[in-house]
């Protein structure tokens, strides 16, 4: 019997708009198109999503510079940069679950099958796409980026090439192999070493699973900055080896960039992985690092902020930034197998997609404590 003969529920998603409104309804495809198989074009596969985290969380730091991420970020300010909400959008990009249905032409994947999905639609024909740089994709269609639409919905069409099989592995830990991959894009490029000092600026999902990974990657010491003391107490727990600095407004940033060296023992981090985006956070990071060092941003800022530049030229500090990640999901997945990077105390806030707009307030409230908050669905096989 075919897995889509069984499947009763219909397909919702969670939708947001230029007014800023939040809400469920119908999406697509639709599950009758589904059980009558019709919809799926060649190379794709239909996946009953089981976990969707809520990228972003809106940062007690708002009191100095306005701050969300993705998901809260297109919610709440309707756009990223260039990138605008200009119509009716659906949410989410970091999703895991299980394919219900195949089209004839795939034959990597079956139906049953676990998988985390990679939300990049690309062009394969661009120079970045054919030089494997595809996050780069001259003609990247995003999913959860406007005007496409994202993975907050009960089931989803999606090429087989972007569904990554994940096996036994849980769903929630599935649905963070995508920030996860924003990591170790940034482990990557910033070419962190074994024994090298590192500083982390910002203590929210992004931020603890680049901590995990610096770790993992044998930095020391391993300095993480936030303004917030619970962030900062959940980093210990992570990492216990790991020193914390509480960011405050009244500190200059070269002054916080004293006690974060103080806080390293008088060590200068080599590497500065900045994941908040904070004008004063990254002028902090300059600061800190030692001559020749790197400040490798990962954090989504504003269109245009002031930063100390004779700083970097004098000390000839590389000042680098980073782009999604593209090419980290069969790693993400082999580093969480193993047990080399530990997920499992990120969720700490799970609902059920019905629950989708109290997920996104917990989410993108301060006061909750949320780190990682996942919306979840139950796909009846």
């Not at 990679?118 to 980026?145: H, V």
């Not at 962030?231 to 200059?252: D, G, M, Q, S």
């Not at 990071?285 to 030229?313: C, D, Q």
Request: glycine share 10%; proline share 5%; aromatic share 6%.
């Amino acid at each position: 019997m075919s897995t889509t003969s069984t499947i009763t529920k219909a397909n919702v998603g969670v939708f947001t708009n230029p007014k800023h409104d939040l809400w469920i309804a119908e999406s697509q495809p639709s599950l009758d198109s589904i059980k009558k198989g019709e919809g799926l074009k060649e190379g794709e596969v239909t996946v009953g999503i089981k976990s969707t985290g809520i990228c972003g969380k809106l940062s007690l730091i708002t009191s100095l510079f306005p701050k969300y991420r993705s998901d809260i970020h297109f919610w709440h300010a309707g756009r990223i940069g260039p990138m605008i909400v200009e119509d009716t959008h659906i949410l989410g990009h970091e999703s895991a679950g299980v394919v219900l249905a195949v089209h004839p032409s795939v034959k990597t994947l079956k139906e049953g099958d676990r998988v985390a999905i990679e939300p990049d639609l690309i062009c394969n024909q661009c120079e970045p796409c054919l030089t494997g740089r595809y996050n780069g994709c001259l003609n990247m269609r995003f999913l959860s980026t406007p005007p496409v639409d994202g993975l907050l919905r009960r089931y989803v069409n999606h090429p087989a090439q972007w569904c990554h099989k994940i096996g036994n592995m849980s769903y929630e830990n599935g649905a963070l192999l995508e920030p996860l991959s924003v990591a170790l894009a940034a482990m990557e490029r910033s070419g962190v070493r074994l024994g090298d000092p590192v500083l982390v600026c910002g203590a929210g999902p992004i931020g603890l699973i680049t901590l995990l990974c610096a770790k993992a990657a044998g930095a020391e010491p391993i300095v993480i900055t936030d303004i917030d003391d619970g962030r900062l107490k959940f980093a210990k727990e992570l990492a216990p080896n790991a020193r914390t600095y509480k960011v405050t407004r009244e500190v200059t940033t070269e002054k916080a960039a004293e006690d974060i060296i103080a806080a390293a023992g008088g060590i200068r981090p080599s590497v500065a992985l900045e994941c908040t985006g904070v004008e004063s956070s990254v002028a902090s990071a300059i600061y800190s690092v030692r001559f020749g060092g790197k400040v490798f941003v990962i954090g989504v800022g504003k269109n245009e902020m002031t930063m100390p530049f004779m700083r970097l030229s004098t000390q000839e500090i590389d000042l680098q930034f980073q782009y999604r990640y593209c090419n980290t999901w069969p790693r993400a997945i082999r580093l969480v197998e193993g047990g080399v990077v530990n997920l499992e105390k990120l969720v700490t806030h799970r609902f059920d997609i019905e629950e989708a707009v109290k997920a996104f307030e917990t989410a993108g409230d301060p006061k909750t404590g949320a780190i990682k908050v996942q919306i979840q669905s139950e796909v009846d096989l």
